[in-house]
């Protein structure tokens, strides 16, 4: 019998952070998009394998974590993630990132060296000054403005529409009470992450790395090859027909893909 999926709240500093949890055994943090919440990984962390203690946080900001005040960056979320693993008495773990996450798992590993045992980057651009231009003047994905007529909820559908699985409208559904959750945060994030010193922190990363990337996700696929010059120590991956909702799209493969990575001798 899989574990049960637990759900809890655990008090730092600036406040408290909630999180979803699975399993037993050496901890593996999972570390959602913009501007989803744990919620994103509920199928994945009763697949992963007994031997691990899969912990989803809600970054803070998102889902039901504390606000803070001032500009969300890559580095105010990374904090966030250590001052959790503190409270839970978490010294050292694998962390996994998707999109957004994956952007603060890469802040925490070239900050954290010591607490990072292997990393999973999954949905990875490459975001350097060049790509941090072109971003500039880019209309920001997810950005809306409630109306009493309702129709931002179809703005915010119909925005991550073409880049998600087709028949699956109850991906959508998840998506909109997390952006709606996250209010002008969901916008905030995807600036934090286009302003973010990307090409100065892969380098930096020592420990075991995967690169889990979904072959139809238009913000990862094209840059495997400058990511692959960057990091040493690195593996590839890539799930046919994966998108940006790769984690609810394929639970099973995603799963079964990070169970590999971590149960090998690096």
């Given at each position: ?5 637990t ?15 699975c ?36 970054s ?7 606000r ?6 890559i ?40 607490k ?50 087709q ?56 840059y495997v ?8 120590n ?14 609810e ?11 590999s ?6």
């Amino acid at each position: 019998m899989k574990p049960k999926l637990t759900r809890g709240l655990v008090d730092t500093p600036d406040g408290q952070i909630h999180f979803r949890s699975c399993g037993t055994g050496r901890p593996v943090l999972l570390l959602h998009q913009t501007p989803r919440s744990s919620d994103e990984f509920s199928e994945v962390l009763p697949l992963i394998d007994e031997k691990f203690w899969a912990i989803a946080m809600d970054s803070i900001g998102f889902g039901d974590s504390y606000r803070f005040g001032g500009k969300i960056t890559i580095e105010r979320l990374a904090t966030g993630v250590i001052e959790f693993t503190s409270a839970l008495k978490i010294e050292s773990f694998s962390l996994v990132g998707h999109h957004t996450g994956m952007v603060v798992a890469i802040e925490v590993a070239a900050s954290n060296p010591d607490k990072v045992e292997k990393l999973v980057l999954s949905g990875c651009p490459y975001i350097d000054e060049a790509e941090r231009i072109k971003r500039k003047d880019r209309k920001v994905v997810d950005a809306y403005e409630s109306r009493m007529d309702g129709l931002h909820l179809l703005e915010l559908w119909n925005g991550r529409l073409p880049f998600y699985p087709q028949n699956r409208p109850d991906i959508l559904d998840r998506f909109i009470i997390d952006a709606l959750k996250a209010g002008r945060n969901a916008v905030e994030g995807h600036l934090a992450v286009s302003r973010y010193r990307m090409e100065e922190k892969l380098p930096r990363i020592t420990c075991p790395t995967l690169l889990l990337v979904g072959t139809a996700d238009p913000f990862a696929h094209p840059y495997v090859d400058k990511i692959k010059n960057q990091i040493r120590n690195l593996e590839v991956m890539e799930i046919k027909e994966g998108t940006v909702a790769l984690v609810e799209q394929m639970p099973e493969a995603f799963a079964e893909t990070i169970i590999s990575f971590l149960s090998k001798s690096h």
